[in-house]
């Protein structure tokens, strides 16, 4: 469902429903930022960046910062390897402008840009 929010006032979060993939390559995404800062499965210096959607990872999967603390109920969303610029992660980085990182994250860290 478009439009949903994972937390008051924060749009361009797509919540699923079911097991498809809501991203696709070559989409755009957000990755969000959350507080606290606790155990969560994403870099901290990766929230807040922009990239985009290189793959889908199959099969659908168990959110697992979520069955860390016995909350899952064994609902499965996709994780989505995200390609992100190194001018994205540091400002002044002088490397090739092809230069990049990907990394797996989970699909309730993403949103719609």
């Not at 390609?83 to 994250?105: C, F, H, K, N, Q």
Request: aromatic share 10%; charged share 30%; net charge negative.
């Amino acid at each position: 469902m478009e439009g949903r929010s994972d937390s008051p006032g924060r749009f361009g979060v797509v919540l699923a429903t079911d097991e498809a993939p809501i991203f696709q390559p070559g989409d755009r995404v957000g990755i969000l930022t959350r507080a606290p800062i606790g155990h969560y499965r994403v870099p901290i210096y990766l929230r807040g960046k922009k990239g985009v959607i290189d793959a889908v990872i199959e099969p659908a999967a168990v959110d697992n910062e979520e069955e860390g603390f016995g909350r899952n109920a064994g609902s499965k969303r996709h994780y989505y390897r995200v390609a992100i610029p190194m001018t994205e992660i540091w400002a002044d980085y002088v490397g090739s402008p092809r230069d990049g990182l990907r990394i797996e994250i989970f699909e309730t860290w993403l949103e719609r840009i």
